[in-house]
């Protein structure tokens, strides 16, 4: 059985991607962060990973492209999952009894509108959704809440005060699983994740763009990020669907010959149809 790394502890949104996507019975590795994550993968503690990419409302999670970049890991599938927050408490507790309410930074940031109705309630950034509940559980704290999933608040045996307190309704997160190797062969791969690096002249990305055109290949995603080592040049990271292995090799083969570097993250199932 796979060992499987995640970003959190149970009750998280991870490790709910990881439940979806492999099963209830694969082995959790918990982590608070996604440089730990990550090392854990590298020195071969676990086979795979779950790791956030992007969220329809907030946009790409930057740092996370560049982690997936540096350590050389493969992207092998990709999960996405709705974000319904829920504002939880100790048993008995009530919204005007909780002084603070604690949550990843993000789930705070999604949360907000609700918030301005109980300005009484200091908002407070943690590591982990999941864990915040687990702490609240564990140490009886009336006076603090939790935003966290429906999941967190059965594992953790705590009362939900106000369902989908979530700004946007429709909040939906992509989560990528990754591995030191890449997929091996699979008739249903119909995505892939590049990385390439283009000289500063006039209309480098333009002609990248037309051969995933011309290759009939369907740009789905297009992040730029800094260089650190060079001051204001960038690479591009790309996905791309692709109904023929064939179109996307010659679409590779050319972006080769277009760019000073690429390098293939990752072939996969596409998750959205």
Not at 69 to 76: F, G, M, R, W
Not at 251 to 266: H, N, P, R, T
Request: one cysteine or more.
């Amino acid at each position: 059985m796979s060992k499987v790394a995640i970003q959190g502890i149970k009750g998280s949104y991870h490790h709910q991607v990881a439940m979806d996507f492999f099963g209830k019975k694969i082995e959790i590795a918990e982590f608070m962060s996604f440089d730990e994550l990550v090392n854990s993968i590298i020195n071969n503690n676990c086979e795979m990973g779950v790791i956030a990419i992007e969220n329809s409302i907030a946009g790409s999670i930057i740092p996370n492209y560049a982690l997936i970049d540096n350590a050389n890991l493969k992207i092998t599938g990709e999960h996405y999952i709705n974000i319904n927050h829920q504002l939880m408490a100790f048993p008995g507790s009530k919204i005007k009894d909780l002084d603070v309410v604690a949550s990843h930074p993000m789930a705070l940031l999604q949360c907000k509108e609700f918030f301005r109705k109980h300005s009484n309630i200091t908002l407070v950034e943690d590591k982990d959704t999941a864990e915040v509940a687990y702490r609240i559980q564990r140490d009886k704290i009336n006076n603090m809440g939790a935003i966290a999933s429906l999941e967190a608040s059965k594992i953790y045996g705590l009362e939900i005060l106000s369902e989908n307190i979530q700004t946007i309704k429709n909040n939906e997160t992509r989560f990528v699983i990754i591995s030191k190797n890449p997929l091996k062969n699979d008739s249903k791969s119909d995505k892939a994740s590049l990385k390439f690096m283009l000289s500063h002249k006039t209309g480098t990305l333009a002609a990248i763009l037309e051969i995933l055109k011309d290759c009939n290949l369907n740009l789905t995603k297009i992040q730029s990020l800094p260089i650190v080592e060079i001051p204001w040049k960038y690479s591009f990271f790309v996905d791309t669907t692709f109904h023929s292995l064939e179109n996307l090799n010659k679409a590779l083969g050319l972006i080769d010959q277009k760019s000073e570097s690429l390098k293939v993250l990752g072939i996969y199932q596409n998750k959205i149809k």
